[in-house]
């Protein structure tokens, strides 16, 4: 079991370092800042809020925020979460600020495996876009968390999501390769700080972005 585990540090560490190369690939380089507050209200529900803000163009750009609102639901099964949530995005184009509904539904499983969590995030979204034609995306988050490292606790995970616009051709066009360690700084209050490799397909070329990110969450 050790045997294993080292093992699979090892080609997170692979694969962390491989994500860093492509710090000076072609795209942008930005910073993403996410808070979140979580609140058990009963037995298998839970509320959250979150807010999230990006700095871009060179972190030079505040260009983006979201406010997300949502209710999740585990009661079913042990390694199954169902959540629906509201999300406002407001977004800068062309020096105008310009607003995205997105009212999306989320279906996660979970699983164990040597110690190692898994999970894999399915959304469904429908977005709702200023001077845009509607539409519908799926996105598909699958995340490796490793176990914990010394006393603090610190957990490093890995993972990759794909996002495809379905309401004409299913297209794929957009893809993230995160890397990141979590730890909890005090009771109920967990950091998540990462590297993201974002690319994605813009006027038939695929360019990548490379974003560092931090994230709170304070859960009662």
Known sequence: MKRIC????FIFFVFFFTCIQNLYAKGDLQYWNTATLEWK???DWKLSFEEEFRLAEELTTFSYKHSDLGLSYSGMADWLEIKISYRQIFNISHD????ENVPNLNITAKADFFGINLTDRNRMEYRDIEDKKSDWRYRNKFTAILPKLTRLGIEPYAADEIFIDCTED???NRNRLYAGITFALIKNLKLD???L???TKSGGKWVSYNVFGTKAKLSF
């Open 6 to 9: 080292r093992i699979i540090v």
């Open 41 to 43: 209200a009963k037995k």
């Open 96 to 99: 105008r600020w310009k607003y």
């Open 170 to 172: 299913f297209e794929f």
């Open 193 to 195: 700080l990462y590297y």
């Open 197 to 199: 490799l974002q690319t």
